[in-house]
């Protein structure tokens, strides 16, 4: 998995890289950002591409992937 930097003790941050716009914002407790898969990491990131995106893109602590941005 990739780095996340920790915000607060539900807060993590996932940096800016590639075509992200903005970084991204993960929201959820250490356990379940340890559930975490690639494929969540993958579409944050792809949301984090959208044309007028401001400050972060932002994953609630029930992300999953869906077919929609894969």
């Given at each position: 998995?990739?780095?996340?930097?920790?915000i607060?003790d539900?807060?993590?941050e996932?940096?800016?890289?590639g075509?992200m716009?903005v970084?991204?914002r993960?929201?959820?407790s250490?356990?379940?950002?340890?559930?975490?898969?690639?494929?969540?990491l993958n579409q944050?990131?792809?949301?984090?591409?959208?044309p007028g995106i401001?400050k972060?893109?932002?994953?609630?602590p029930?992300?999953?992937?869906s077919?929609?941005?894969?």
């Open positions: 998995m990739a780095k996340l930097n920790k607060s539900v807060v993590w996932y940096p800016k890289q075509k716009r970084p991204a993960i929201y959820g250490e356990k379940i950002i340890k559930a975490i898969d690639d494929g969540v944050i990131s792809n949301v984090a591409t959208l401001v972060h893109a932002m994953c609630m029930d992300g999953h992937i077919l929609s941005f894969c």
